[in-house]
């Protein structure tokens, strides 16, 4: 019986919205509400990095539709735009980690070759294929 509150009670690591010094993913363990200072902190720099993506695809499409837009400053936007979508699939990454598995069939989760997981729908399976977890 103990065993299993201090089960319910572990989270699982949080990818954080930033990297370490050498690059590599920050994670956070906190409670399972979230709400600590850290996540306050992480779920801010998250809001900043989606406002600046819409902002930078206002920006492209100004950008984009002036025929006087340069080579260089396509190259300029294309460099902020890889650098947003990192930041956006990050976000991604981190919040469908949170996400519980869905109680239902409508989708099996899946391990991809990265690790990672993503869901498919119940009918793209094969008969005779396992789904694998």
Partial sequence: MLY???AASVT?????PWSNADGKPCY???DPSGTGPLSRIADNVESVQLGMAADLLDHATDLLDDAKTTAP???FLAARLTESLYD???IARSRGARLSVPEDDEGVRQSTSDGSSRYRDAEDEDDDEEPVL
């Avoid at 699982?12 to 954080?16: E, F, G, H, V």
């Fill in 73 to 75: 400053q396509l190259r």
């Fill in 28 to 30: 956070l363990v906190t």
């Fill in 4 to 6: 299993a509150l201090a």
């Fill in 12 to 16: 699982r690591p949080r990818l954080l």
């Fill in 88 to 90: 956006v699939h990050r």
